[in-house]
T-cell receptor, first 111, second 114 residues
Framework: NAGVTQTPKFQVLKTGQSMTLQCAQD?????MSWYRQDPGMGLRLIHY???????DQGEVPNGYNVSRSTTEDFPLRLLSAAPSQTSVYFC??????????FGSGTRLTVV | GENVEQHPSTLSVQEGDSAVIKCTYS??????FPWYKQELGKRPQLIID?????GEKKDQRIAVTLNKTAKHFSLHITETQPEDSAVYFC?????????????FGTGTRLTIIP
């Protein structure tokens, strides 16, 4: 039982590049979400999903896309990286209305 | 949407003393309130939670209280130890027709002074 697996752990991108952050969970959780964490800003919701085929926007969705084709996977795509997207990204999963299990995070730097 | 305010942003206490962190929320439909602890460079981890039909919950040295009327909830840590030093986040969850939204507070950096 791996929990929530997030890759990569570190990434450096050039402005304008695109990339996908991977997130997978093996707990059969319905709910998955992506957060970014910036100093002094806490955890801000980017996108979330309550099940396969269903996604919705969170607080800061601009510049990011998601899809949920399976229960297990919830990748986050950066379309055209900008320095403002430098952050630590966390994926999380849970049963509906239960506590989250977080992935180990991806530290992204956009130069 | 939901707005969660958390105070204080930083807190220092002597080892062995108690620490209290307070949060308020705005959406009366919120029904689940978890607390997370994040150590430096690590992922947030759930430490305790409370649902809207309960006023208090305790787990060893940590406890959470909820006042639905006033829309505030608090984390209490007793007999603090150096390993309690971390950032603590409160959160409020609203669930409507299977759709869930969780909003975090901005965090409290707790430092335990030996």
């Amino acid at each position: 039982n791996a929990g929530v697996t997030q890759t990569p752990k570190f990434q450096v991108l050039k402005t304008g590049q695109s990339m996908t952050l991977q997130c997978a969970q093996d707990m059969n959780h319905e709910y998955m979400s992506w957060y970014r964490q910036d100093p002094g800003m806490g955890l801000r919701l980017i996108h979330y999903s309550v099940g396969a085929g269903i996604t919705d926007q969170g607080e800061v969705p601009n510049g990011y896309n998601v899809s949920r084709s399976t229960t297990e996977d919830f990748p986050l795509r950066l379309l055209s990286a900008a320095p403002s997207q430098t952050s630590v990204y966390f994926c999380a999963s849970s049963r509906i209305n239960y506590g989250y299990t977080f992935g180990s995070g991806t530290r992204l730097t956009v130069v | 949407g939901e707005n969660v305010e958390q105070h204080p942003s930083t807190l220092s206490v002597q080892e062995g003393d108690s620490a209290v962190i307070k949060c308020t929320y705005s959406d009366s439909a919120s029904n689940y309130f978890p607390w997370y602890k994040q150590e430096l460079g690590k992922r947030p981890q759930l430490i305790i939670d409370i649902r809207s039909n309960v006023g208090e919950k305790k787990d060893q040295r940590i406890a959470v209280t909820l006042n639905k009327t006033a829309k505030h909830f608090s984390l209490h840590i007793t007999e603090t130890q150096p390993e309690d030093s971390a950032v603590y986040f409160c959160a409020a969850t609203t669930t409507n027709f299977g759709n869930e939204k969780l909003t975090f507070g901005t965090g409290t950096r707790l430092t335990i002074i030996p």
